[in-house]
Each structure stands twice: as C-alpha cells, then as structure tokens.
Nanobody, 125 residues
Framework: QVQLGETGGGLVQAGGSLRLSCTTSGRTFMGWFRQAPGKDREFVAASSAIGLTTTYADSVKGRFTISSDGAKNSKYLQMNSLKPEDTAVYYC??????????????????????WGQGTQVTVSS
C-alpha cells in the first residue's frame, strides 16, 4: 500500500513563492490537489512516475511547476507568483502502482489511492 509524506506550505504575500514536497513509499504517478474553505477539492497538477509527463490546471499553468526526484520517489510543487485565490489546503496524492499515467486520469480525483495529510498555503494580499 502506497504511503505519502508531505511537507511545505505556509504564509506568503501575494507575488511570493512556496515549495511543497511529497514522498511516496512506491514509484507511481502523483498529483496535487487543493481545497479552499467551502469548496470542493480541485486538481492542481500531476506528474508521471519519473516526471517525463506533467499536466496542470489552467488556473496555475505558467506559475506552478511540478518536478520529480526519482531516486527518492519524491515530487515537488514549486508555486510562484502566488495569488490570494491560491489560498487552500494542498494535498498530494498517489496513483495506483503500475497504472499508466494520462492527463485525463491524473485530473480525476477518484484515480488516487493514497493521500497526504494536507498542508495549508495562505497567500495574503
């Protein structure tokens, strides 16, 4: 069973940057989601297991970058040019081991079999 460890997050002013990290116990594709108060959890970004393929929500494209460290089974979400509307709890999630990555599958929240504990990102205006 895949397990996840998530770090990062915090408080930053608009225009600033933060980096989230997530490590899995097995090699698989991973995604990042976020949930703001009163809203549904939404897709942010995802990457194939070794990072060759990535996909992003339109709202973060060009500002957020997901990268990989295959040796550590880790993914990183670099968030630049942060906006107040990026404020949310951010979750990393792991897909099932052996499942082929596709953008459509990665954007589907029901694809994922394990979730991190979540980390708060707050962007002040």
């Amino acid at each position: 069973q895949v397990q996840l460890g998530e770090t990062g997050g915090g408080l930053v002013q608009a225009g600033g940057s933060l980096r989230l990290s997530c490590t899995t116990s097995g090699r698989t594709f991973m995604g990042w989601f976020r949930q703001a108060p009163g809203k549904d959890r939404e897709f942010v970004a995802a990457s194939s297991a070794i990072g060759l393929t990535t996909t992003y929500a339109d709202s973060v494209k060009g500002r957020f970058t997901i990268s990989s460290d295959g040796a550590k089974n880790s993914k990183y979400l670099q968030m630049n040019s942060l906006k107040p509307e990026d404020t949310a709890v951010y979750y990393c999630a792991a897909g099932p081991i052996g499942k082929v990555f596709s953008a459509a599958r990665a954007r589907d929240i029901t694809t994922y079999v394990a979730w991190g504990q979540g980390t708060q990102v707050t962007v002040s205006s």
